[in-house]
């Protein structure tokens, strides 16, 4: 009886192994700090079980759950779509690493707060509060910057990719600064309600763009997965450039309309 090796299945694992070894230490590290953080969101969302809370609010397990597993999709997408942009190496490894660590800094400081039962957001009532408070502002800022460093290298043209993925990187990097814009005001919004004296009414409302946020912010990895899975098809580069132009016009379609929702219901 002849038995046949399980070639094909070798072949991939060679593959993947390869890919693995070839990958730059930058990039090993953020690819496991996002799983750290993504594992964290998930070990939360155990604990809201656990531990009910009301899901909505300051108070809930919401926010580690989805800045956890948030932070780590998109330093997952940031890490691997960086890799098209014309950048010098240092400077990349640079803005990675600035990133993977702030991005860790904005986790850890909402989950302490989440299990202190103190807001996370906003709350300078403490000694340690307001560190915290001043950490995570600081820390919005520091990814405005590194984020909007990778923007602009996109928007400027300077990627190294077939025309699909050019166009979905473009896309993706512009809805990715909508996201930054949107946090920011978001910011904005609960500071101005709190120097009025109306801290409660702050946590309530600061939060009015939280889904035009999200939608936005994820827009650079699922932009380019679409380019990168199309890559892999049958269709001509133009076919997939079509495509990719669809998927760009649908989710900007979307990202209006939910925008238009979270305006709607202030």
Request: glycine residues 8%.
């Amino acid at each position: 009886m002849t038995v046949t090796a399980p070639w094909p299945a070798l072949a991939r694992r060679f593959r993947v192994a390869a890919a693995v070894r070839g990958q730059r230490p930058v990039e090993k590290a953020g690819y496991l700090i996002a799983a750290v953080l993504i594992l964290s969101g998930l070990v939360h969302l155990g604990v809201a079980v656990a531990l009910p809370r009301p899901w909505d609010g300051p108070l809930s397990w919401r926010k580690p759950v989805t800045f956890g597993t948030s932070f780590g999709t998109v330093l997952i997408g940031i890490t691997w779509v960086t890799s098209y942009l014309r950048l010098a190496e240092r400077r990349r490894a640079l803005l990675l690493g600035v990133f993977a660590a702030d991005s860790v800094v904005e986790v850890t400081g909402i989950t302490v707060q989440a299990w202190r039962h103190v807001p996370s957001h906003l709350n300078t009532v403490g000694t340690l509060d307001a560190v915290i408070a001043f950490a995570l502002a600081a820390g919005g800022g520091v990814l405005v910057v590194v984020l909007g460093a990778f923007a602009v290298t996109a928007l400027r043209k300077r990627i190294d990719a077939p025309a699909p993925m050019r166009r979905a990187l473009r896309a993706g990097f512009a809805l990715l600064l909508a996201a930054l814009a949107s946090g920011v005001a978001m910011i904005a919004r609960g500071e101005v309600l709190i120097q009025q004296g109306h801290r409660t009414l702050a946590y309530d409302q600061a939060g009015f763009l939280k889904w035009f946020h999200a939608v936005t912010l994820h827009a650079v990895l699922v932009l380019p997965a679409l380019a990168w899975l199309l890559a892999r098809s049958r269709l001509d580069e133009g076919r997939r450039l079509r495509v990719v132009t669809a998927g760009v016009g649908a989710y900007l379609l979307a990202a209006a309309v939910v925008l238009a929702v979270c305006i709607a219901l202030v």
